[in-house]
């Protein structure tokens, strides 16, 4: 295996048996994250998957830097979703997408697990260097990790998850049989979904079956005037099963058993609900009654909530296949369609049944969603791009989307902006980004 293998292959259409294709590509830069070459021939490329990577890049960096500004495009504080809690699941279905032509044809399983196991673990490891903390805010020109409070878990983190459990199924539990119908597709990948059936299962029995009981956590007691560090310990009242609230769930009583409460994010939406800021749906002050979790550090993509998310990418997967089995534009799009209707009209019917839309959580409800949504917008783009040649219009998008890792490590992680923010004049406050009113 090729020592210059990156992450990005986690995210990237790629074709394992391809070796005259990998022979032709050169090593990228140094300087940068370089990608694998053994994407299909440019005649068999999904032009269209590349859009929709890099729309979902654009669409990252829009929530990240205009949610603060527009809440309604801002994460949801808790129930509920926006145009930023589609981010997570597109790129998720688009990473089940790419695989179906990762492992289209296979020459050796074993070999073909091994470089999912070393591939996944490789983005686990980024999305802890980016994640974990390393990189400090734009306020803070220091770096370093403080080990003790290390945040473990992450968006890359969740992707490498995914892409690991739904590689394997691909690579073992798929049949031998020819395709020549929706029914042979679904028997060739049968087992596939009695794992999407077994996960959402063990999801939905833990989330209502597991009782939460009380539990405390310590935050810093700031003290006019003291130079003193003291804590304040706050005890969070439970004592329920199945409750799905921000304080009393059982997604992030599992991460603090498993993880430990000091290994999470420290910046939950919920700070910004109705009970915890009097901003509400923006972050603010404390309102007097509020709740005693409204401080306490939460995972958005903690240990439970990524099964659900693994289960998106199994059915972006599905939609790969039918890309791989049908090469007619017409029953494409007629499979596509179908399936995310369903899958839309079931997240909304738990969703009116009390399964509330939850990114937090990622609800069944949720995942049916944005699983529909994702559908439906990947057919929209292959229509355009693939079926009727409209690739001018997005040739940046496209771009994009070859590039995500790199845009997503260089603006999303702020690393671009860091760069700059280290050269002032005098003082760190007289900096180019503090001019323009970024890093205030």
Sequence with gaps: ?????????????????????????????????????????????????????????????????????????????????????????????????????????????????????????????????????????????????????????????????????VALCEIWLKGNHNVSSELSMIKKYKFHWVVAFVITTIYLSLLYGLYVPDWEYQILKEDQGSTLTTFLNLKVKCGVRGHTGPGCNAVGMLDRMFLGIQHLYRKPVYARTKQCSINYPNNGPLPPDAPSWCQAPFDPEGLLSSLMATVTCLVGLHYGHIIIHFKDHKKRLNQWILRSFCLLMLGLALNLFGMHLNKPLYTLSYMCVTSGASGFLLSAIYLMVDVYGYKRASLVLEWMGIHALPIYVLIACNLVFLIIHGFYWKNPINNLLHLIGIGK
Excluded at 17 to 35: F, T, V, Y
Excluded at 129 to 138: K, M, N, P, R, T
């Design 1 to 165: 295996m090729r020592a210059k293998l990156t992450m990005y292959e986690a995210i990237k259409d790629n074709d394992d048996d391809d070796h005259q294709w990998r022979e032709k590509k050169d090593i990228e830069s140094a300087l940068q994250i370089s990608r694998s070459s053994s994407l299909p021939p440019d005649k068999e490329r999904l032009v269209s998957l590349d859009v929709f990577r890099g729309l979902t890049v654009a669409l990252m960096i829009l929530v990240d830097d205009v949610g603060g500004i527009l809440p309604s495009i801002n994460h949801s504080p808790w129930d509920g979703v926006t145009l930023a809690d589609f981010v997570m699941p597109f790129f998720l279905f688009i990473v089940g997408v790419s695989l179906a032509f990762a492992y289209k044809n296979l020459s050796c399983r074993f070999v073909a697990t091994r470089k999912a196991l070393i591939r996944s673990l490789k983005l686990l490891l980024l999305g802890l260097f980016l994640q974990g903390g390393f990189i400090h805010g734009l306020n803070n020109l220091t770096y370093g990790i403080d080990v003790e409070k290390i945040r473990l878990m992450g968006i890359l983190q969740r992707i490498a998850i995914a892409y690991l459990v």
